[in-house]
């Protein structure tokens, strides 16, 4: 049976227009699928890159153990000063140091109530008032201390007297105060008009003409009296040291470690903490640290705030104490610095780095989380070569150090130092190792 040529025709178009709607349905289809993601896809391309193996560098140095403290910055004598005046409420005046500035040998250091605080040399504290007439070891030295800025008393023997008086005075002019004086003013003009009677009196008796001589010698011992009354007045009057405006200070130049003194403000106790001597470093030991600390041993010094540094040693451990409000223990410990340290570190905290122990040299210094035990019970290392592959090298660990150990190349092995080994990479989570990791994979010799 034939098939008229128009219904093939129509056949044909209705083949032709299905193929084309089923590609198109197709394209679509791939479209829509390459726009859709799963869940686990979404989720996986957030996550980002995997982990990377983590590597570091051979070093070759001289390995260092260390214990690392706090430690504070003092002198080695204190003194607290609280002027006292007779005023009912003694004010501060003036205010020339402050806390942390240096002050030198007769430097006034503040005022209050118009009169002057100022620093003497000399080991001996002060505690009494020094006065004419008066004797002791406090009054040589403060004979000395005259003398050596520039006031010389010409008096060395421990004895307040003329010269001392008279020095005193220049030191107190040139300070631009006026000296205290001591004495009674008013016993001594009685004093001095006795003294004028007396020989008034005397004269007249040698003008009576007493022939028995009995008026003379009366008038002269009389006189003589007074004289000697005079001149106990005049030796126990005229400038004077109250103990309220100096302090002896053992060394110069001395600090003030600490002031209360504010101009206006009245006087409270203590009003000024004075430094003097040698600066050293005083820290608390932690006990799990004390059998590694000895004396002798060299101390790193450090102001992370100044940025200024300084060597010491340790020049003494002390026994355990229990600090009463914290509870805490620890061992007292003393830095003797080399040297004189920088005035900026006095009233400072700083860092101390106590090194325990080192190498006897330049050894190979890798981290310990570079290490790793292989099966066969051999400590090794991995390096990672420029062009990604990685060689096992089995080392001898010795010295180990603030998360580093000093490394050495078993025989037929090679390391040196700039080349770089592998600390970490994702597959050690799941491995033991001597040094945190374990066996690498696709290891090689």
């Known amino acids: 049976m034939s098939v008229p040529k128009n219904t093939l025709r129509g056949r044909r178009r209705t083949l032709t227009g299905g193929t084309v709607a089923a590609a198109a349905l197709l394209a679509g289809g791939f479209v829509a699928g390459s726009a859709i993601r799963s869940p686990q896809q979404v989720a996986a391309d957030a996550a980002g890159p995997g982990p990377s193996t983590l590597t570091t560098t051979v070093e070759r140095r001289v390995l260092r153990s260390t214990v690392l403290l706090r430690g504070d910055v003092t002198a080695s004598r204190t003194v607290d000063v609280t002027p006292s005046t007779e005023e009912a409420q003694a004010v501060v005046t003036a205010v020339r140091a402050g806390a942390g500035q240096e002050i030198r040998p007769g430097e006034v250091i503040l005022e209050v109530s118009g009169r002057p605080l100022f620093a003497l040399p000399g080991g001996k504290p002060a505690y009494r008032d020094l006065r004419p007439g008066a004797e002791g070891d406090d009054v040589a030295q403060l004979q000395t201390a005259l003398k050596r800025l520039g006031h010389d008393p010409g008096e060395s023997d421990g004895r307040f007297g003329t010269g001392t008086k008279n020095a005193l005075r220049s030191l107190y002019e040139a300070l631009g105060y006026d000296v205290p004086t001591a004495g009674d003013q008013q016993a001594l003009t009685g004093a001095q008009d006795r003294v004028a009677e007396a020989e008034d ?36 009057s005229g400038p004077m040291l109250p103990a309220a405006e100096f302090v002896f200070l053992p060394a110069f130049p001395a600090r003030v470690a600490a002031t209360r003194a504010t101009v206006g403000a009245p006087v409270k106790a203590p009003l000024v903490t004075l430094s003097s001597g040698r600066l050293e470093i005083t820290g608390g030991l932690n006990p799990g640290q004390r059998d590694l600390v000895r004396e002798g041993q060299p101390v790193r010094i450090l102001s992370e705030t100044t940025g200024v540094s300084a060597e010491g040693t340790v020049a003494a451990v002390g026994a355990l104490v229990q600090d009463p409000e914290t509870g805490a223990s620890s061992h007292p410990l003393t830095v003797r610095p080399k040297g004189a340290l920088d005035a900026r570190l006095a009233g400072t905290n700083v860092r101390l780095t106590i090194e325990t122990a080192a190498s006897s040299g330049e050894v190979l210094v890798v981290p310990v989380s570079a290490l790793f035990a292989a099966p066969d019970g051999t400590t090794n290392v991995v390096r990672s070569l420029p062009s990604g592959e990685e060689r096992t090298v089995a ?51």
């Open 201 to 236: 009196a005397l004269a007249a008796a040698r003008e009576g003409g007493d022939r028995q001589g009995q008026g003379v010698g009366r008038a002269v011992e009389r006189l003589e009296r007074v004289r000697k009354d005079l001149a106990a007045l005049r030796a126990r």
């Open 395 to 445: 080392v001898r660990a010795g010295m180990s150090a603030d998360g580093m150990v000093a490394v050495a190349p078993e025989r037929g092995g090679s390391l040196r130092d700039g080349e770089r080994v592998v600390i970490s990479r994702p597959e050690d989570e799941s491995l033991t190792s001597a040094g945190g990791r374990g066996a690498p994979r696709g290891e090689g010799s």
